[in-house]
């Protein structure tokens, strides 16, 4: 159940950090727009999941340590959207 809940919480983490890369550098097609949406949110699951699983802090809740699956979730989201953003060409046209 904590995997579960973890992928959720990075989920919604990494559609964050996509949707606030989309709009502080808007792609230049609807393809693109998708790519980065899909790009935040695989990438916010896996964070999640793996900084339940090296990190033991904060409070738990169904046996999930959720701030630094928040954290892990936000950090590697950011990190896979500004690559694609600047190597991949995923902003502006």
Known sequence: MAVVLNIILGVIAGAGVAFLGN??????????????????????????????????????????????????GVVLAFVGVYAGKKWLHLGIA
Not at 43 to 67: E, H, I, M
């Open 23 to 72: 709009m502080i550098k808007t792609p230049g097609t609807e393809l693109k727009k998708m790519l980065t949406l899909a790009v935040g949110i695989i990438l916010g699951g896996l964070g999640s999941v793996a900084g339940d699983q090296l990190l033991n802090y904060g409070p738990t809740f169904l046996d999930s340590n959720f701030v630094p699956a928040i954290v892990g």
